[in-house]
């Protein structure tokens, strides 16, 4: 179990579980629409559109609905107005990163969508399992 202490790439992935998981219980828990959740859980993704236009922009598109950051502040507006519909969109949007660490999808490098702060997304045949970032590490 301590082994698990030294994968970042691990580590992250669990905390990626813990927050998809964290903010899916608040989300039941305050009683949010279902019909909402699933008609906006997927809108973070429409930032891949931006590779259409080069992968830096896509990378950047990508990194900006996938950081934590955005859902942060609008998470902060609904608590600071009383705006139950932020908090509910702040918690999706919170879910769909969770998830999305969880299974291994991290942050964009420019230098192609398979790039990853959490590794490669997917391997070429007879690449080595090991492989995660780009500085070989």
């Known amino acids: ?23 899916l219980a608040v989300y039941w828990q305050q009683s949010f629409s279902w019909p909402l959740f699933w008609s906006t859980i997927l809108i973070p993704d429409l930032a891949m559109l931006g590779y259409l236009v080069n992968a830096q922009f896509g990378a950047r598109a990508y990194n900006l609905t996938h950081s934590k950051l955005l859902p942060g502040l609008l998470g902060i507006f609904a608590i ?8 509910a969109l702040a918690l999706i949007w919170f879910v769909h990163i969770g998830i999305d660490r969880l299974l291994g999808y991290g942050l964009k490098y420019a230098d192609g969508f398979k790039l990853t702060h959490l590794g490669i997304i997917g391997r070429e045949e007879g690449e080595p399992r090991g492989r995660y970032l780009p500085c070989g590490k």
């Open 1 to 23: 179990m301590l082994s698990v202490f030294e994968k970042p790439n691990v580590l992250l992935r669990l905390e990626g579980g813990a927050v998809f998981a964290l903010a």
């Open 80 to 87: 600071s107005t009383g705006n139950a519909l932020c908090m």
